[in-house]
C-alpha cells in the first residue's frame, strides 16, 4: 500500500468517529443551551472523539474487520456517554 493510500484508509477509518463527535456535540449544546453554558463546545467534541475512536479501535481488534454495525452502535452509546459525562455528570467540574 502506498503512504497515500495509508492515510486516506486511516482518515476514512476515523471519519465517523469524528463527525458523530462533532454533530453529537453540536446538538447537545443546541438541545441544553441554559445547562450547558458553561461547557465549551470543543471539550464536548474533544471527549466524545476520544470515545469513538477508543471504541472504534476496540472493535476493530475485536472483529478483525472495519464497519461491523455493533461497533458502530457501540460508538454512540460510548459518545453518549462521554457527553453526559463532561456536560452533566462528575467530569462537568
Do not use: Q
Request: some cysteine.
Amino acid at each position: 500500500m502506498e503512504p497515500l493510500d495509508a492515510f486516506w484508509h486511516l482518515l476514512n477509518f476515523v471519519l465517523p468517529a469524528l463527525a458523530v463527535a462533532a454533530l453529537a456535540a453540536g446538538a447537545a449544546k443546541l438541545l441544553w443551551r441554559r445547562e450547558l453554558r458553561t461547557v465549551a463546545w470543543t471539550r464536548l467534541a474533544r471527549d466524545a472523539a476520544i470515545a469513538n475512536l477508543l471504541v472504534l479501535v476496540a472493535g476493530l481488534v475485536l472483529t478483525r474487520h472495519d464497519g461491523r454495525i455493533l461497533t458502530y452502535a457501540a460508538m454512540v452509546l460510548a459518545c453518549a456517554i462521554a457527553l453526559w459525562w463532561r456536560g452533566f455528570g462528575p467530569g462537568r467540574r
